[in-house]
């Protein structure tokens, strides 16, 4: 399985951005992809998540209500689209597919994208 992130960049706060996280390979076998974030002196954290198997989705308390994890089945792709932003949302995104949703999610457990750049500053 291959992971391959595109967007982010700098946005000023209260604006939107989306990522994406194309996967390739034997992505079946994945139940769960997320995202997940790093800040500068900060640990990874997850940000959202979405089971490949029933659609359900999960969310850091931080981010309810102003992030949406998706998923094009026929793409085989995973969005986030990131609204109203704030400057403590900046740090590298990480998209990442684990074999089980609930590890992925808990101990990230799983497989890797190269991660991606968010700032949010005006």
């Known amino acids: 399985l291959q992971l391959v992130q595109s967007g982010g960049g700098l946005v000023q706060p209260g604006g939107s951005l989306t990522l994406s996280c194309a996967a390739s390979?034997?992505?079946?076998?994945?139940?769960?992809i997320g995202w997940f974030r790093q800040a500068p002196g900060k640990e990874r954290e997850g940000v959202a998540c979405?089971?490949?198997?029933?659609?359900?989705?999960i969310y850091a308390e931080s981010v309810k209500g102003r992030f949406t994890i998706s998923r094009d089945a026929t793409k085989n792709t995973v969005s986030l689209q990131m609204n109203s932003l704030k400057p403590e949302d900046t740090g590298v995104y990480y998209c990442?597919?684990?074999?089980?949703?609930?590890?992925?999610?808990?101990?990230?457990?799983?497989?890797w994208g190269q991660g991606t750049q968010v700032t949010v500053s005006s």
């Open positions: 390979g034997f992505t079946s076998d994945y139940s769960g």
């Open positions: 979405i089971n490949t198997g029933d659609g359900s989705t």
């Open positions: 990442a597919a684990g074999l089980d949703f609930g590890h992925l999610w808990s101990s990230q457990l799983g497989l």
